[in-house]
Each structure stands twice: as structure tokens, then as C-alpha cells.
């Protein structure tokens, strides 16, 4: 009997949100892509393995010729489903790594793409010391410096661009001479994230506090705007 896993995102904003999701390695989801209105919430099914990550589009629209986009975190497809395609950042990201017959899933909320909205992942089910519910309900927006935040039209900042994404500088990408863990320490800037987020990957070796894992098939709840 095929064993599925249950990933089960809730609009907890008070404005709609359009959930995006990505397959990086394994079976498919049941589906990439839907709307969500303020209170509701949708279960997607996979068969695991599988690992891929799931983030929200915000103030979508679609134009007079039916091309759907959205002003945060638009997978690009031009339809509300994403077909494959991965998120523009900035964006918070849900990722996992979900193991077949019950074994160790891994899963964290990274903002190394930078943020748009607060999102937690609470485990349903499933065992192990770092099975646990991970928040980032901090609104990293709100405290996002001039250099890294894109603003609507009225000025308002509407996602917070990571350091890496603003400067491309190897010191903030973990890149080149910084590629390693002992070469690439936090940044003021990823702190900022840090500091909204404490459980939250702020910048690509953050793995010490940002990593957590359950054993035994748990089911997965995604909030939005927890």
C-alpha cells in the first residue's frame, strides 16, 4: 500500500494569499499551486520521497489577457498552479526532505531568500526531541533596511531582499573564499533575520538552530501570518 504524507497550509492573514510549491527531488505533489482566503486552508498529498519547499504569493492579480502574477514571491508561470517553477525572491520558504516508510524527515523555515511573510510548520505526529512546531512570526519587514526592502507603490515594504540577493558579495552569499562554514559567519545583516526569526535559517550555514527533523510519518500544518 502506498504510504502518503499530508502537508496542510492555512491563510492565517487577514488578506488572500496564493501558496506555491516546488518538487526539488522525488514523487510529485497533488498540487503547485491555489488560493487561499483569510481563515482557510487546503491539504496537498505526496508520496514520499519527497523534498521541495512551499512559500506564499501575495497581492495577486491576473491581467485582461488571463496571466496570473503575483507582487511577492510570483513563481513566474503565469498561472496560479506553478508547474515546476520556483519562487522569485524574496520569499519565506517552508522546506522538507520527507523519507519514505516512516523514516527521518527533515524540515525548516528559511529566510536566506529573504522574507515576505511570517510562517510556521508545526508536525503532526511523528517523534524525536527536534519533532517540534518552528515559528518565524516575526515581521521582518517592518525593521528592513533601505538597501534590502522593496516597497509597494504607497512605500510600504512588501518583502525584505537578503543580503546576498541586494549585494551579491561572496561574505553574504557563503560563496567563493566564504564557502564554508568557518569562513561564512552571521552578518549584521542576516542578523536582522536572525533576530525577527531566532528558529529560522537567516543565512545558508545557520544549521545549528534552524534544522529539525521527526521519525515516524508525521503529517505537516503550514501557517501563514501566524
Known amino acids: 500500500m502506498e504510504f502518503?504524507?499530508?502537508?496542510?497550509?492555512?491563510?492565517?492573514?487577514?488578506?488572500?494569499?496564493?501558496?506555491?510549491?516546488?518538487?526539488?527531488?522525488?514523487?510529485?505533489?497533488?498540487?503547485?499551486?491555489?488560493?487561499?482566503?483569510?481563515?482557510?486552508?487546503?491539504t496537498v498529498t505526496t508520496s514520499p520521497p519527497w523534498s521541495g519547499r512551499?512559500?506564499?504569493?501575495?497581492?495577486?492579480?491576473?491581467?485582461?489577457s488571463g496571466k496570473f502574477s503575483c507582487a511577492t514571491a510570483d513563481c513566474g508561470s503565469g498561472q496560479v498552479t506553478c508547474n515546476g517553477a520556483g519562487e522569485i525572491p524574496p520569499a519565506s520558504l517552508v522546506e522538507f526532505t520527507i523519507a519514505p516508510s516512516g523514516g527521518q524527515d527533515f524540515f525548516d523555515i528559511s529566510l536566506v531568500d529573504g522574507f515576505n511573510l511570517p510562517v510556521s510548520v508545526a508536525p503532526i505526529g511523528g517523534s524525536g526531541g527536534a519533532c517540534q512546531t518552528v515559528r518565524c512570526t516575526g515581521n521582518v519587514n517592518a525593521v528592513c533596511p533601505l538597501g534590502l526592502a522593496i516597497t509597494d507603490e504607497d512605500g510600504a515594504v512588501i518583502t525584505c531582499k537578503s543580503a546576498c540577493m541586494?549585494?551579491?558579495q561572496p561574505e553574504d552569499c557563503c560563496s567563493?573564499?566564504?564557502?564554508?562554514?568557518?569562513?561564512?559567519?552571521?552578518?549584521?545583516?542576516?542578523?536582522?533575520f536572525k533576530n525577527q526569526c531566532?528558529?529560522?535559517?537567516?543565512?545558508?550555514?545557520?544549521?545549528?538552530?534552524?534544522?529539525?527533523t521527526c521519525t515516524g510519518g508525521?503529517?505537516?500544518?503550514?501557517?501563514f501570518g501566524p
Do not use: V
Request: aromatic share 14%; glycine share 6%.
Open 176 to 192: 567563493g573564499d566564504h564557502n564554508q562554514p568557518e569562513t561564512c559567519p552571521p552578518t549584521n545583516y542576516s542578523m536582522i
Open 198 to 212: 531566532p528558529q529560522a535559517y537567516s543565512y545558508a550555514y545557520d544549521d545549528k538552530t534552524s534544522t529539525f
Open 54 to 64: 512551499f512559500w506564499a504569493r501575495t497581492l495577486c492579480s491576473t491581467d485582461a
Open 4 to 42: 502518503t504524507q499530508l502537508i496542510s497550509p492555512l491563510n492565517n492573514c487577514p488578506f488572500p494569499i496564493w501558496p506555491g510549491a516546488s518538487t526539488g527531488a522525488g514523487n510529485q505533489l497533488s498540487t503547485t499551486g491555489f488560493e487561499l482566503l483569510p481563515g482557510s486552508t487546503t
Open 218 to 223: 508525521a503529517d505537516y500544518a503550514i501557517t
Open 166 to 168: 541586494a549585494f551579491n
